[in-house]
């Protein structure tokens, strides 16, 4: 088995335990079958300690 196909297979078909054992596949196909929860944005976001903006550090 190459590294790749290793990957593949890790990041696919192998159970986590962090997903309550299930395929990171399975656990895609329940959150594409469900609807989104009420006001909640459907879109990917940033954690905000990753985004904000600091102004420019000051020398004395």
């Given at each position: 088995m190459t590294l790749e196909a290793w990957g593949?297979?890790?990041?696919?078909?192998?159970?986590?335990?962090?997903?309550?054992?299930?395929?990171?596949?399975?656990?895609?196909?329940?959150?594409?079958?469900?609807?989104p929860a009420r006001g909640h944005i459907a879109?990917?976001?940033?954690h905000a300690a990753l985004t904000r903006r600091f102004p420019p550090a000051r020398v004395p």
């Open positions: 593949r297979h890790y990041n696919t078909r192998r159970p986590h335990q962090a997903l309550d054992w299930k395929t990171p596949a399975e656990v895609r196909a329940e959150k594409l079958a469900s609807p879109a990917p976001h940033r």
